[in-house]
């Protein structure tokens, strides 16, 4: 198994990005990562202060304008996102009011409007990474059955399977373009998405025919508030995991609640995001096994906190993600002790030469 050393530190620059200096617009805030010590920035694809996603899909002249932009403060693009507008490829009706605010207004209020709206932005996603050079991309699945993720009142039979297979069929095309650019789709597996864990990203797998531009941005806060094995996750679905989300989160169960948090607010529940280091992730143990699997692309942070102020956390968050990135041995550590051998030698030892 080959193994290498992963690129880093970068930032997702969607919590940061503002109306006032220095998260007004491309130049202004990858200069400001980059002052931090980032080397890479992940680009939210919505953000019309930071980037013009229709225009980087039609004109490679501008996504060059694009990375010149980046490069000039010593940095690369690791990935764009569309995790905005990838969660309205499947909306339940029960979330359409809430979900309405991610799209233009002239879609708004019309689910289906919405949807295509969205499927032509994901689309867009892919193109644009080709033009800027990209091979990875992240986003979500959008949810149908997550409204029935308790089994009570009993679901009817084929509720789910039905679900999973309207999202294949939603997907499926959306995948087969990123094929043809060249371009792994990274799902965030998210509760509030149909995807969400292990077992639910098998089904939409199954559902997308194994497409192989279906991949995973691999994000343990998420799993660490499911109580899932974050360090086995890796070792079962490492061939899939393209894209890295370093984000920290803690659980702290209580006499009152529990997974479910008791509908209570960000600071007051069981389950809560927190700033690198302040939660209670095992790094140590995310980026072993990461390395031992050959994951070699980037880890970036997402900032998210119920607590700290986000631009301490992203100034923590680079040295933190450096202390914690592997670089990989070129040589084993017991090298000095080896003999030299051959085929004669060893059997010879075996006792059977």
Same mark, same amino acid.
């Given at each position: 198994?080959?193994?290498?050393?992963?690129?880093?530190?970068?930032?997702?620059?969607?919590? =940061?990005?503002?109306?006032?200096?220095?998260?007004?617009?491309?130049?202004?805030?990858?200069?400001?990562?980059?002052?931090?010590?980032?080397?890479?920035?992940?680009?939210?694809?919505?953000?019309?202060?930071?980037?013009?996603?229709?225009?980087?899909?039609?004109?490679?002249?501008?996504?060059?304008?694009?990375?010149?932009?980046?490069?000039?403060?010593?940095?690369?693009?690791?990935?764009?996102?569309?995790?905005?507008?990838?969660?309205?490829?499947?909306?339940?009706?029960?979330?359409?009011?809430?979900?309405?605010?991610?799209?233009?207004?002239?879609?708004?209020?019309?689910?289906?409007?919405?949807?295509?709206?969205?499927?032509?932005?994901?689309?867009?996603?892919? &193109?644009?990474?080709?033009?800027?050079?990209?091979?990875?991309?992240?986003?979500? &699945?959008?949810?149908?059955?997550?409204?029935?993720?308790?089994?009570?009142?009993?679901?009817?039979?084929?509720?789910?399977?039905?679900? =999973?297979?309207?999202?294949?069929?939603?997907?499926?095309?959306?995948?087969?373009?990123?094929?043809?650019?060249?371009?792994?789709?990274?799902?965030?597996?998210?509760?509030?998405?149909?995807?969400?864990?292990?077992?639910?990203?098998?089904? =939409?797998?199954?559902?997308?025919?194994?497409?192989?531009?279906?991949?995973?941005?691999?994000?343990?806060?998420?799993?660490?508030? $499911? $109580?899932?094995?974050?360090?086995?996750?890796?070792?079962?679905?490492?061939?899939?995991?393209?894209?890295?989300?370093?984000?920290?989160?803690?659980?702290?169960?209580?006499?009152?609640?529990?997974?479910?948090?008791?509908?209570?607010?960000?600071?007051?529940?069981?389950?809560?995001?927190?700033?690198?280091?302040?939660? $209670?992730?095992?790094?140590?143990?995310?980026?072993?096994?990461?390395?031992?699997?050959?994951?070699?692309?980037?880890?970036?942070?997402?900032?998210?906190?119920?607590?700290?102020?986000?631009?301490?956390?992203?100034?923590?968050?680079?040295?933190?993600?450096?202390?914690?990135?592997?670089?990989?041995?070129?040589?084993?550590?017991?090298?000095?002790?080896?003999?030299?051998?051959?085929?004669?030698?060893?059997?010879?030892?075996?006792?059977?030469?």
């Amino acid at each position: 198994m080959a193994i290498a050393t992963m690129k880093g530190p970068a930032l997702f620059l969607a919590q =940061f990005a503002g109306d006032k200096p220095p998260f007004d617009s491309l130049d202004h805030i990858a200069g400001w990562a980059a002052s931090l010590g980032y080397k890479g920035v992940q680009i939210p694809s919505w953000d019309g202060r930071l980037f013009d996603l229709k225009k980087a899909a039609e004109s490679k002249t501008y996504c060059d304008e694009v990375k010149g932009t980046v490069e000039s403060h010593g940095l690369a693009i690791t990935e764009l996102s569309t995790h905005l507008q990838s969660q309205l490829v499947a909306v339940h009706p029960a979330y359409d009011a809430m979900f309405d605010g991610f799209a233009v207004p002239e879609v708004r209020g019309d689910p289906k409007k919405r949807q295509a709206w969205a499927v032509d932005q994901v689309r867009m996603g892919a &193109t644009a990474s080709r033009n800027l050079g990209l091979t990875r991309h992240v986003g979500f &699945t959008g949810a149908l059955a997550f409204p029935y993720l308790y089994p009570w009142p009993q679901r009817p039979a084929g509720l789910v399977d039905e679900a =999973f297979a309207e999202l294949g069929r939603r997907w499926k095309p959306i995948l087969d373009h990123y094929d043809s650019c060249g371009v792994d789709y990274g799902y965030e597996l998210h509760p509030g998405e149909d995807t969400f864990d292990g077992a639910t990203f098998e089904m =939409f797998l199954d559902a997308v025919g194994g497409h192989s531009r279906a991949t995973i941005n691999y994000d343990p806060s998420h799993f660490l508030l $499911q $109580q899932l094995d974050y360090l086995a996750f890796i070792d079962i679905y490492h061939e899939r995991i393209t894209s890295f989300h370093v984000k920290d989160a803690e659980f702290n169960p209580d006499g009152r609640q529990g997974v479910y948090s008791g509908y209570q607010p960000w600071t007051s529940r069981a389950g809560r995001f927190r700033s690198l280091g302040d939660g $209670q992730v095992d790094f140590s143990g995310v980026f072993s096994k990461l390395t031992t699997h050959g994951y070699d692309h980037w880890a970036v942070l997402e900032w998210e906190c119920c607590l700290k102020h986000p631009e301490d956390g992203a100034a923590e968050g680079a040295p933190f993600i450096e202390d914690h990135i592997i670089r990989v041995t070129e040589k084993a550590f017991d090298d000095f002790a080896a003999g030299g051998s051959d085929q004669a030698a060893n059997r010879r030892i075996l006792g059977i030469g």
